[in-house]
Every structure is written in C-alpha cells, then in structure tokens.
C-alpha cells in the first residue's frame, strides 16, 4: 500500500522504451552523410571493438552492417573520450596514408571543420552548408535522438591536431 501511495504523488514517470537503461544497448537509427560507406569506414576506426560501452558497439554494429568488412588501420595514438572536452580522437595508420579521426558532440566537432566530404572528395565547408547540417542535427537531437559528429583528416604528423578538420556525418 505505500507504494501505491507514494505512486499516486508523482508528477513524472519515466520509462525506457528503447532498452538503453534496461538492457544496456543502443541502435544507430539516423545518419546524416553525403557518403555513409567512407563515414563508416573511418568512425568504425575510432571504436574500441573490446567494449561494453553501448555507443561503441552501436556504432562498431551499424558500420559492420554497412561495409561487412571493417577495415582495420593502426592506431599510432588515441585521445580518450572525456566528458569534459565532449570527444575522441585517434591518429591511425592505413598503408602510407595518416589521419586524425574525431567523434563526439557536433557541436564541439563541428566548429573545428573547414571542409566537408561530398561523397568523392573534400571541398570547402560554406557558411550555408554548415548552418543546414547544424539544422539537421539539432532536429535530430529534437527528436530525442543521440547526436554523435565523425570528423577525419589526412595528416603528416605524427601528432593529434584537430583544426581544419573535414565533416563527415
């Protein structure tokens, strides 16, 4: 009976329709992406795939989904993610080639970006682009959704830089 009564005092009830409390599991449901392939193919190299974090697998299990093979490059250096800085940063290896590659808040990620990938190649990021990705972002994030930026760039650096990064989705 006092928990009917305690029951019969609340002003909100909150529930967990989608599992993430319950069952500790998330699903990517929506991406933004000029080219969700090479998005995936970069973000899937920014994971640990040795998690229990459900961000990480949802991310690892959408990308899988997409390019049943995961090309894996060697991580030379990573930046963990921190609540405080609101991002993850990796600097990895594929054959000759050399990238820094972010994910995070997008509107931590998305400031440090000066081009966008358009599906074949990096161009300048214009002022109206970026507002629009920002509007389809904070609809996302409206709906309720988690938003998570991918952000890469070629580097010759042995080093985590992150300006002038490129906007992948």
Known sequence: LPSVETLGSAEVICTDKTG??????MTVTKVYSENILYMCKMVSNCCDKNTHNPTENAILKYS???????PEF????????S???KKMAVLCRDGKERY???KGAAEVLLPECTRIYNGKEDVLLSFSKKREIEKKLNEMAD???RVIAVTYKKTKLKAITEENMVFLG
């Open 143 to 145: 709906e309720g959704l």
């Open 74 to 81: 060697f991580r030379e250096k990573e930046i963990p993610f």
């Open 100 to 102: 820094v590659i972010s």
């Open 83 to 85: 609540s405080k800085i």
């Open 20 to 25: 993430t409390v319950t069952e500790n599991k």
């Open 64 to 70: 899988g989904d997409a390019l049943v093979d995961l």
